[in-house]
Every structure is written in structure tokens, then in C-alpha cells.
């Protein structure tokens, strides 16, 4: 079995892919930012082909998916495979001067498939047993599956491993969904094995979960199993572990079609993650594992600030990929097809959105997909050639877009720096979303998403980082949800506050160590003398309820004296720390709400308590002050993004607003080749991309 590194390490920081010496480059052979979408030909009789590859180029369509649901198609019957429509669809592509992103087609096997081997189907929490018919079927454990999935990757790497029209490949597609946890028998005998191989004795395990506590004790390997319903709560460490086995999982399948891949082929090889939605996969881990990161992101169409969310999880995929450029995989041209109620995208929004990916770093923009199927669960869904053609707007706006990326080319490769860094840890995500805890108001993604708006708010730009990877780059770091923290963490938090950073945490963090264990000494323990504060109690409040904040630290100038906050509170004991605001009333009245501590050459900040986005701006002001920020004072609702390169920076300039702004940029933008003056004017809804000076 391929080897992957030992269970229980954590990713070795820095994060970023690391290709085989000798891989080749993507987009050596792209002139831009790469244009196109998933594409599935397969769909349609051969004759659409031709008009495809036509308009495709009239779209300025430069990399095209295919084949990441062909399986069916391309070995029919067990070891029986049938490539002559690839080999042509490959040719015609090729001619046409269409790379192509080859798809390995393992998420979805074939009926043949599990008619032989039914025991390779997922069975859920509940017990049920997944049928056909669908997509995301496998167990990621099934060796069934397994030799299956590297049988067709061998013959499709064999095949076209040095086709001219293959300059990536496409493992899979999006690992984790629609499901990641699969209860069966077979995932059983292997989670048992991966506990072995992780704890070594059943003394260990039975520590490691505190098996003690409701007589859980285990005095036999072939009694440990999958952490399926029961009548109550199910031990959370083991559940931890489970988590971090089906991530394990679905990595080593990934991890065995790319080793497959990479016997016949020097392209490069990706899959695409979903950054921010997917839980199930640390893509710390997986980062480190493919030849370039590429990303799945759609709209929240309830939020109705999604395009924050849209930067979040750009940045979050940037960072995954250690700062290295990326490829949106897939975006939707409009609506999409599987949300409650499927908004479709205003005129502009897709062209915000594509700039919005590109200024955090993609050098590519895909979408799902080409064409829209006329057939299946996904009819529905926006495609770049819509139901309705090409006399259409949204023909019309990916035929712009097309060639406003060809525009833009000279960014590739260029770099974004990021002022600061928001602590992401997808084990304490997974620990922290288990049940039983202190208040169901508790949640890690509001959190986060609320500082990383303050944030994109005041327009500094974010990286996501590991608790243990080195921060000293950055000069502030905030924790905003670091519920499950370990001891090395702490540490890398205290070095990098004593070495001259500024850290601010957030309340329900430092509580567990890595087997969801509280931390002797209590809650916030392994933060105690970096942050001079401690937690002796929650008080989390009831629901609704709001308490009032006097705010007595430094202040901007239309800074509140008082905020409200609700969801939570501690009873703080100080240890040094100073009180930077105070509980006016609710159950921790009178008491400290934030502190902050010097500690060697810089400051930690604690916030006990839940500020939205506005009351947030009073809050971080200060610690702006202790690493020598401010907020960039953007018009609302625009969002500047650097990116650097060797001979010329770019500004991407993204205005979600309803009114021209003028932003600050003295330089060309590259979308209607004027010089901008000192400042770029940007319409309402518009973009502007701005190449300027480099700094140093
Ligand atoms: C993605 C998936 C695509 C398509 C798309 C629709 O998650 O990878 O195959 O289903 O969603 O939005």
C-alpha cells in the first residue's frame, strides 16, 4: 500500500505543494489565466462536438476537464476499455488549441462495479447501506474499489501519460463529498488497523480516549469499531480519531491514483478540494500531496454577503497552497442547482467573482461546466453555454471574461503577501463540531467568517495558517476559533508573540488537546502566561440574551464606549493581563470581557465574548495599533488585492458596490489599457486590474 507519513503527525509546516523534481509546469504552454470548464462531450452526440470546439474558442476557452464521470463509459465492462471517443475528443481539442485537465474517473464506478462487489458500498451512521445511482458511492476503503480505481488510472496514464492536449490531470473529484464517513464493515477493519498502526498498544488507545469514563474500557483489538449511532453520545476521541482516519483514507486513494499517474506521466497532478465547505479532508495534508492545488468554490446564495465568503475561501485555498499560484477549478457562470432556493448571478457578478479568485491568487478560472446537460440531477444548473445559447447574457458575459482574462495574462505567477493570519485547523473544526457542547450557540465557521470580514472589511489581506506553522511573517495573527489546541501549538504562539507579534484569541480556545481532552490546568491552561488571563469558568448566555461591554481601551475616533455582545461570556482570572473592556451586566458583571498582556516583545489580546463584524472594528483597533496596521480606508464595499511579481505589481481592484469608487493606483489597467492616473475610477459593480511599480 502506498505509504503515506505516520498518522499521528501533524503536516510539516510550511504547507504547498512539492512536485517530483522534473514535473512539468501546467501552464508552460498557456499564453493566460487560464479560461474553460469542465466538459462533458460524452453528453451529447458527436456532431455538437465540432460546434463546441468552435464556440469554445470564440469564448477564448483555453483548458477544458473531461472525463471526471466517464468511468462507465471508458471500461464498460470489467478490464473491457473503450478509448476511441477519448482518443478523438483528446485529438479534436488538441487541434482546436485546447488543453485539456484529464479527469481520472474514480468517483464514480461503474453498475458493473458494485454488482461485484456490493460490500464496497458506504453505509452511513445510521446504517443505511448506499445504493447506485448516484455519484461518491465507494468506500474509500473498499480494496475492491481501491484496485479498481488504480486499474482504470494506470490505463488512462499508460494511454495519454504524454498526450500533447493533457497538460494536467484531474484525480477524482472533490474527495469528501457527497460523503466522507463510511461505517461498513470493510472501513471498520480498517479504522482498526489505522489504530494499530497510531497507538501501538490497546493501553495506549484506551488512554488516548479516556475509555474509562462510562465503562468503554477495551480488552480486544476486534472490539474497537466505528463510531456508529448509539443510544447516547458516542466517545468524542473517538470520533476525533475517526475523522482523522477518513481523511486518511481518502488521501491514500488519492496518493495511490497519482503514484499510478506519475509511472507514465511528467504532467502535474491535482484534485479538486473545496476549501472552505468541505470538512472532511485537511487540506494541510492533502496540500503537501498534489503537483498544484486547484479549488471548487460556489456562492452561498442565502448570504448575502457570499462575495466575502467567496475571498475567504480563495484565501484559504492560497494558503493550502503555501502562497503558489492556484486554479479555480469550478465557479458557476449563474445559478447553481442543489441550494434551497438557486439565485442566478446579476449581470457583473460573474466577472467580480472570477477577479475576485484571480486577485488571491488563481491563475486559472474554470467553471462547472461548458455546457449545460440537458439530462440529470444537474440540468438545472448555469453552465457556460446555457440552455438558452449563445443569444444569451450569460454567453455574452463568459465570451467578455474570455477575453478580459487574455488581458490580464502578465499576472501569472505573481505572489500575494498577506498582513495577516487566521488560525484554521481543520482537527479542531472536527472536534469542535461534536456534540455536548457548552452552548449550541457555539460555532467555529460564524467566528471565523465575522474576523475575517472585520478584516476584509479594513482592507488587510488574510492567509489561513496551522497553529504550529511559523508565524513570524506575519504581524498579527488571530485565533478566532483554536478550541482544540496542542501543546506544540501553544508554544508556536508563544514564540511568536515574545518575538515581537501580536496574537488575538478568541473565547472557547486552548480548551483540548489533540484527543479532545481539557488541558490540566483548565480551560485557555496552555495560553494562561502568554495571555496573563485565565478561565476558570463558561457562562455562556441564554439564548437571545445580549450583554452590555464598556470599552475602555484605546478607541478610533467614532469607536464606541459601549458595545453589546452575546452567545458567551467567561469568568476570567487575570494573570498579569490587562482589562481592556468590562462586563456591564449578564452573569460575568463587573468582571473583565478583554484583556491584554505584553509578553516579550509583543502583545496577546483575549476577547471573551461574541462582537459582530462592526463592534469587532473597536476591538481589533487596538491590536491594529500593537503591530503597526491600520485599516486601509477602502470605499465600502471594495476589496484591493495586491499581487507582486518580479517586474510589476498588479492592484485587483473588485467594487461590489452600487457606486463608482476611486481608488488609489497609479499605474495602467490592464482591462482598458489606460494609464489610471493617480487613481483607477471603478463603476459600480466593476473591476479593475492595475499594474503599478513593484514594492520591495
Ligand atoms: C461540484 C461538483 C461538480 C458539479 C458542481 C455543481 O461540487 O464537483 O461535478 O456537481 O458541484 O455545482
Given at each position: 500500500?502506498?505509504?503515506?507519513?505516520?498518522?499521528?503527525?501533524?503536516?510539516?509546516?510550511?504547507?504547498?505543494?512539492?512536485?517530483?523534481?522534473?514535473?512539468?509546469?501546467?501552464?508552460?504552454?498557456?499564453?493566460?489565466?487560464?479560461?474553460?470548464?469542465?466538459?462533458?462531450?460524452?453528453?451529447?452526440?458527436?456532431?455538437?462536438?465540432?460546434?463546441?470546439?468552435?464556440?469554445?474558442?470564440?469564448?477564448?476557452?483555453?483548458?477544458?476537464?473531461?472525463?471526471?464521470?466517464?468511468?462507465?463509459?471508458?471500461?464498460?465492462?470489467e478490464?473491457?476499455?473503450?478509448?476511441?471517443?477519448?482518443?478523438?475528443?483528446?485529438?479534436?481539442?488538441?487541434?482546436?488549441?485546447?488543453?485539456?485537465?484529464?479527469?481520472?474517473?474514480?468517483?464514480s464506478?461503474?453498475?458493473?462495479?458494485f454488482?461485484?462487489?456490493?460490500?464496497?458500498?458506504?453505509?452511513?451512521?445510521?446504517?443505511?447501506?448506499?445504493?447506485?445511482?448516484?455519484?461518491?458511492?465507494?468506500?474509500?476503503?473498499?480494496?475492491?474499489y481501491?484496485?479498481?480505481?488504480?486499474?482504470?488510472?494506470?490505463?488512462?496514464?499508460?494511454?495519454?501519460?504524454?498526450?500533447?492536449?493533457?497538460?494536467?490531470?484531474?484525480?477524482?473529484?472533490?474527495?469528501?463529498?457527497?460523503v466522507?464517513?463510511?461505517?461498513?464493515?470493510?472501513?471498520?477493519?480498517?479504522?482498526?488497523?489505522?489504530?494499530?498502526?497510531?497507538?501501538?498498544?490497546?493501553?495506549?488507545?484506551?488512554?488516548?480516549?479516556?475509555?474509562?469514563f462510562w465503562?468503554?474500557?477495551?480488552?480486544?483489538?476486534?472490539?474497537?469499531?466505528?463510531?456508529?449511532?448509539?443510544?447516547?453520545?458516542?466517545?468524542?476521541?473517538?470520533?476525533?480519531?475517526?475523522?482523522?482516519?477518513?481523511d486518511?483514507q481518502?488521501?491514500?486513494?488519492?496518493?495511490?491514483?497519482?503514484?499510478?499517474?506519475?509511472?507514465?506521466?511528467?504532467?502535474p497532478?491535482?484534485?479538486?478540494?473545496m476549501?472552505?465547505?468541505?470538512?472532511?479532508?485537511?487540506?494541510?495534508?492533502?496540500?503537501?500531496?498534489?503537483?498544484v492545488?486547484s479549488?471548487?468554490?460556489y456562492?452561498?446564495?442565502?448570504?448575502?454577503?457570499?462575495?466575502?465568503?467567496?475571498?475567504?475561501?480563495?484565501d484559504?485555498?492560497?494558503?493550502?497552497?503555501g502562497?503558489?499560484?492556484?486554479?479555480?477549478?469550478?465557479?458557476?457562470?449563474?445559478?447553481?442547482?442543489?441550494?434551497?432556493r438557486?439565485?442566478?448571478?446579476?449581470?457583473?457578478?460573474m466577472?467580480?467573482?472570477?477577479?475576485?479568485?484571480?486577485?488571491?491568487?488563481?491563475?486559472?478560472?474554470?467553471?462547472?461546466?461548458?455546457?449545460?446537460?440537458?439530462?440529470?440531477?444537474?440540468?438545472?444548473?448555469?453552465?457556460?453555454?446555457?440552455?438558452?445559447?449563445?443569444?444569451?447574457?450569460?454567453?455574452?458575459?463568459?465570451?467578455?471574461?474570455?477575453?478580459?482574462?487574455?488581458?490580464?495574462?502578465?499576472?501569472?505567477?505573481?505572489?500575494?503577501?498577506?498582513?495577516?493570519?487566521?488560525?484554521?485547523?481543520?482537527?479542531s473544526?472536527?472536534?469542535q463540531?461534536?456534540?455536548?457542547?457548552?452552548?449550541?450557540?457555539?460555532?467555529?465557521?460564524?467566528?471565523?467568517?465575522?474576523?475575517y470580514?472585520?478584516?476584509?472589511?479594513?482592507?488587510?489581506?488574510?492567509?489561513?495558517?496551522?497553529?504550529?506553522?511559523?508565524?513570524?511573517?506575519?504581524?498579527?495573527?488571530?485565533?478566532?476559533?483554536?478550541?482544540?489546541?496542542?501543546?506544540?501549538?501553544?508554544?508556536n504562539?508563544?514564540?511568536?508573540?515574545?518575538?515581537?507579534?501580536?496574537?488575538?484569541?478568541?473565547?472557547?480556545?486552548?480548551?483540548?488537546?489533540e484527543?479532545?481532552?481539557?488541558?490540566?490546568?483548565?480551560?485557555?491552561?496552555?495560553?494562561?502566561?502568554?495571555?496573563?488571563?485565565?478561565?476558570?469558568?463558561?457562562?455562556?448566555?441564554?439564548?437571545?440574551?445580549?450583554?452590555?461591554?464598556?470599552?475602555?481601551?484605546?478607541?478610533?475616533?467614532?469607536?464606541?464606549h459601549?458595545?453589546?455582545?452575546?452567545?458567551?461570556?467567561?469568568?476570567?482570572?487575570?494573570?498579569?493581563?490587562?482589562?481592556?473592556?468590562?462586563y456591564?451586566?449578564?452573569?460575568?458583571?463587573?468582571?473583565?470581557?478583554?484583556?491584554?498582556?505584553?509578553?516579550?516583545?509583543?502583545?496577546?489580546?483575549?476577547?471573551?465574548?461574541?462582537?459582530?463584524?462592526?463592534?469587532?472594528?473597536?476591538?481589533?483597533?487596538?491590536?491594529?495599533?500593537?503591530a503597526?496596521?491600520?485599516p486601509?480606508?477602502?470605499?465600502?464595499?471594495?476589496?484591493?488585492?495586491?499581487?507582486?511579481?518580479?517586474?510589476?505589481?498588479?492592484l485587483?481592484?473588485?467594487?461590489h458596490?452600487?457606486?463608482?469608487?476611486?481608488?488609489?493606483?497609479?499605474?495602467?489597467?490592464?482591462?482598458?489599457?489606460?494609464?489610471?492616473?493617480?487613481?483607477?475610477?471603478?463603476?459600480?459593480?466593476?473591476?479593475?486590474?492595475?499594474?503599478?511599480?513593484?514594492?520591495?
Amino acid at each position: 500500500m502506498t505509504s503515506l507519513p505516520p498518522a499521528s503527525s501533524h503536516p510539516a509546516p510550511p504547507p504547498g505543494p512539492q512536485p517530483r523534481p522534473g514535473t512539468r509546469r501546467w501552464d508552460e504552454r498557456l499564453g493566460s489565466i487560464a479560461y474553460g470548464g469542465d466538459y462533458n462531450p460524452e453528453q451529447w452526440p458527436r456532431e455538437v462536438w465540432e460546434e463546441d470546439v468552435a464556440l469554445m474558442r470564440e469564448a477564448g476557452v483555453t483548458l477544458v476537464s473531461v472525463g471526471i464521470f466517464s468511468w462507465a463509459l471508458l471500461e464498460p465492462r470489467e478490464g473491457e476499455y473503450d478509448l476511441g471517443w477519448m482518443d478523438e475528443l483528446l485529438d479534436l481539442l488538441h487541434g482546436a488549441g485546447i488543453a485539456v485537465d484529464l479527469g481520472t474517473p474514480t468517483a464514480s464506478p461503474p453498475a458493473w462495479f458494485f454488482h461485484a462487489h456490493p460490500e464496497a458500498r458506504v453505509v452511513t451512521r445510521d446504517g443505511t447501506v448506499l445504493g447506485f445511482g448516484s455519484r461518491g458511492m465507494a468506500s474509500p476503503s473498499s480494496p475492491a474499489y481501491r484496485a479498481a480505481a488504480l486499474r482504470i488510472t494506470t490505463e488512462l496514464a499508460r494511454r495519454y501519460g504524454d498526450h500533447p492536449a493533457v497538460v494536467l490531470w484531474h484525480v477524482h473529484n472533490e474527495y469528501g463529498a457527497p460523503v466522507s464517513e463510511d461505517y461498513s464493515p470493510t472501513s471498520a477493519a480498517a479504522f482498526r488497523a489505522w489504530l494499530q498502526d497510531r497507538y501501538g498498544t490497546l493501553d495506549a488507545l484506551n488512554a488516548a480516549w479516556g475509555t474509562a469514563f462510562w465503562g468503554q474500557t477495551y480488552g480486544a483489538w476486534e472490539h474497537v469499531g466505528v463510531p456508529a449511532l448509539a443510544p447516547s453520545v458516542v466517545n468524542p476521541a473517538q470520533r476525533l480519531d475517526f475523522a482523522r482516519f477518513t481523511d486518511h483514507q481518502l488521501r491514500a486513494c488519492f496518493v495511490a491514483e497519482r503514484d499510478a499517474i506519475r509511472r507514465y506521466s511528467d504532467r502535474p497532478v491535482t484534485t479538486n478540494f473545496m476549501a472552505a465547505e468541505c470538512p472532511a479532508t485537511d487540506l494541510w495534508a492533502w496540500g503537501r500531496e498534489v503537483d498544484v492545488v486547484s479549488n471548487d468554490h460556489y456562492l452561498t446564495a442565502a448570504d448575502e454577503r457570499a462575495h466575502v465568503g467567496l475571498a475567504l475561501a480563495a484565501d484559504l485555498t492560497r494558503s493550502v497552497a503555501g502562497g503558489t499560484p492556484w486554479i479555480l477549478m469550478e465557479h458557476s457562470t449563474s445559478a447553481v442547482n442543489w441550494q434551497p432556493r438557486n439565485v442566478a448571478k446579476r449581470p457583473g457578478e460573474m466577472a467580480r467573482n472570477a477577479f475576485q479568485h484571480v486577485a488571491r491568487g488563481a491563475d486559472g478560472v474554470l467553471f462547472f461546466q461548458w455546457r449545460a446537460s440537458r439530462s440529470g440531477a444537474e440540468k438545472f444548473h448555469s453552465a457556460m453555454l446555457p440552455h438558452a445559447g449563445t443569444s444569451s447574457r450569460v454567453w455574452r458575459e463568459v465570451v467578455a471574461l474570455g477575453a478580459d482574462l487574455a488581458r490580464v495574462g502578465e499576472l501569472r505567477g505573481s505572489r500575494v503577501r498577506a498582513q495577516a493570519a487566521l488560525l484554521w485547523d481543520w482537527e479542531s473544526f472536527w472536534a469542535q463540531d461534536l456534540e455536548w457542547r457548552p452552548s449550541v450557540d457555539l460555532d467555529h465557521r460564524e467566528r471565523v467568517r465575522a474576523f475575517y470580514e472585520r478584516l476584509w472589511r479594513d482592507g488587510i489581506t488574510v492567509d489561513m495558517a496551522h497553529p504550529e506553522q511559523d508565524l513570524s511573517g506575519y504581524p498579527i495573527v488571530v485565533a478566532p476559533a483554536s478550541y482544540l489546541l496542542s501543546r506544540a501549538a501553544a508554544e508556536n504562539l508563544t514564540r511568536y508573540v515574545e518575538g515581537g507579534g501580536t496574537l488575538v484569541v478568541s473565547y472557547f480556545s486552548g480548551v483540548v488537546d489533540e484527543h479532545d481532552a481539557v488541558h490540566p490546568g483548565g480551560y485557555l491552561a496552555p495560553l494562561r502566561d502568554l495571555l496573563g488571563v485565565g478561565v476558570e469558568e463558561f457562562l455562556p448566555l441564554r439564548e437571545g440574551q445580549r450583554v452590555r461591554v464598556a470599552w475602555e481601551g484605546p478607541r478610533s475616533a467614532e469607536g464606541e464606549h459601549e458595545l453589546t455582545a452575546d452567545v458567551w461570556s467567561d469568568e476570567l482570572v487575570l494573570a498579569g493581563a490587562e482589562v481592556v473592556a468590562t462586563y456591564l451586566d449578564g452573569p460575568a458583571a463587573g468582571r473583565a470581557a478583554v484583556t491584554r498582556h505584553r509578553r516579550g516583545a509583543g502583545t496577546g489580546w483575549y476577547v471573551s465574548t461574541r462582537f459582530d463584524v462592526e463592534a469587532l472594528a473597536t476591538v481589533l483597533a487596538g491590536a491594529y495599533a500593537d503591530a503597526g496596521l491600520a485599516p486601509a480606508g477602502l470605499p465600502q464595499d471594495v476589496e484591493v488585492v495586491r499581487r507582486r511579481g518580479a517586474e510589476a505589481d498588479h492592484l485587483v481592484v473588485v467594487n461590489h458596490g452600487d457606486q463608482p469608487v476611486a481608488v488609489p493606483a497609479d499605474g495602467v489597467d490592464l482591462l482598458t489599457g489606460e494609464p489610471t492616473g493617480s487613481s483607477v475610477k471603478v463603476p459600480a459593480g466593476g473591476v479593475a486590474v492595475v499594474r503599478v511599480a513593484p514594492t520591495s
